[in-house]
């Protein structure tokens, strides 16, 4: 019912941006949240940062002031603006959407920091 792609992923020196895109579609219900989980090798996926359909957002302590998420709803996309980019931001980040009662999520892309 719902397709999530994101996009963007790569490579990036520490320090450097990267943005990523999250392409909603299907059934998207007007009352929603989307956001990006992570998830590195041999740990958990992780929530990274979410949006709701207000506009209120929420952010892991370890990407505020670094990480910005937005979204366009007239479009159905998903953004993270990643910059000041460390190591430690290396994994497979996941676009995701909560509605209705359920969460669907996207195929995710990879992102390596190297140090």
């Known amino acids: 019912q719902v397709r999530l792609v994101e996009s963007g992923g790569g490579l990036v020196q520490a320090g450097g941006s990267l943005r990523l895109s999250c392409a909603a579609s299907g059934r998207i219900s007007s009352l929603n949240a989307m956001g990006w989980s992570r998830q590195a090798p041999g740990k958990q996926r992780e929530l990274v940062a979410t949006?709701?359909?207000?506009?209120?957002?929420s952010y892991a302590d370890s990407v505020k002031g670094r990480f910005t998420i937005s979204r366009d709803n007239a479009k159905n996309m998903l953004y993270l603006q990643m910059n000041s980019l460390k190591p430690e931001d290396t994994a497979v980040y996941y676009c995701?959407?909560?509605?209705?009662?359920?969460?669907?999520w996207g195929q995710g892309a990879q992102v390596t920091v190297s140090s």
């Open positions: 995701r959407i909560e509605q209705v009662g359920n969460i669907y």
């Open positions: 949006i709701f359909s207000s506009g209120r957002t």
